[in-house]
Structure formats: C-alpha cells, structure tokens
C-alpha cells in the first residue's frame, strides 16, 4: 500500500525529538496513543534506539502505521496495537506514553477517558509528554490557533482545542505532576508530566 504522509509530521519531528530525549532519558517502553500515519513512530524509534517505541491507533489506522513501520525494519518496534481510548486498553505496562495532535480531535469525553486509563497501563515515575495547541484559561495563544479552533469546530462539534488548565486537572486527578511547559513552533507546546506515588 500507498504509506499515508503528514507534512506536518516531517515539520515538528525534530522539535520534539529534542524533547523525548531530554524527558524520556531514563525510559524503556514507550505507548504512542494516536500513532496516525505512523511517521512518528518510525522516525523517533530510529533516533531513540533504546526505547521499545508501541505505536497505537484505531483499527483503520493500522495499515498505515504497519507500512511505515515495516519499511524502517527497526528492532524496538513491535507491531501497532488498536487502541480507542473508548474501548479495553491493553495489559501492558510502560514508563512513557507520548501523543501528538489528539487532545483537539476527541471529544472531551474521550480525553477524560484517555486520562482515566493512563494510571492503568503507567508505572509510578512514568513520564507522559503531549504535544499539540493549547488555551491558557480559555484564550487563544495566537490568530492562528483562533482560526484553526474555527477550523475544528466547522469539522465537528466535539473537537476544539483545549485549555491547557483543564487538561491538568484530568492529569491530577489520574496521579501526573505537570513537570514542564516547552514552546513548540507553530504555536504548540510540549507538555510534561510524572506520575506521583510510591
């Protein structure tokens, strides 16, 4: 099959490569939730080789991610689980999870489900890194993510981007300490959380 491609993807992967290997340093196993077209997974297990990089997305994404994938032949990659945040997760356990441009797509419901589960599949000291656009206290951070929100919203009524204090509360509640808030280009962010507990 034809791979899927996000041009966006080849845009913010070395920017947020620099951030896995600062915060994810002293990680093993990696969940990717919303894995997408698969380009993130490839590129990062490559330039990260000590991660067992577990890519994951709804079924009809997995083809994609499976090509990606199979053509980059990488040993820490084993093959993309189906995970719906709205479905059973898996059983295994990781010391990382990343997702990148997810939260603005869900439903709200699904982020507070997607938070949920996070203490059930994370060690304690598990690092959770999420990028994408955020509101601080419900405003925009720029025009442009203004008109990307009008964007959304004409898509589906359940998407928006979401407001960065509101997602740290669904963090908290599941046991994650926000660690860092980094600048990303194109008006995102990088943020980072530890699990806390004993």
């Known amino acids: 099959m034809n791979k899927p491609h ?9 920017p947020i490569l620099a951030v896995l290997r600062e915060h994810f340093a002293g990680a093993r196993r990696v969940l990717e939730i919303g894995s997408g077209t698969g ?26 991610i499976r090509a990606w994938l199979d053509e980059a ?5 084993p093959p993309p689980l189906m995970l ?8 295994d356990r990781f010391d990382a999870v990343f997702s990148a441009n997810t939260l603005h797509i869900m439903a709200w419901s699904e982020v507070e489900q997607l938070f949920a589960r996070l203490p ?18 419900g405003r925009y951070s ?3 993510n203004a008109a990307f929100d009008r964007s959304l919203q004409s898509r589906g009524s ?8 509101a997602v740290d509360a669904l963090a908290t509640r599941a046991g994650f300490t926000l660690i860092d808030d980094i600048a990303m280009p194109a ?3 990088c943020r980072v959380w530890r699990r806390q507990g004993t």
């Open 6 to 14: 996000s041009p966006a993807c080849e845009r913010n992967r070395d």
């Open 39 to 64: 380009q993130h997974a490839a590129y990062f297990a490559a330039h990260l080789p000590q991660l067992i990089w577990q890519a994951s997305d709804r079924e009809e994404n997995l083809p994609g």
């Open 73 to 77: 032949a990488l040993s820490n990659t």
């Open 84 to 91: 719906d945040v709205s479905s059973p997760w898996p059983d």
């Open 120 to 137: 059930h599949v994370t060690d304690i000291g598990a690092t959770l890194i999420i990028y994408g656009p955020f509101n601080d206290a």
């Open 142 to 144: 720029s025009e442009s």
């Open 158 to 165: 359940h998407m928006g981007i979401r407001d960065a204090e």
């Open 187 to 189: 008006n995102n962010r």
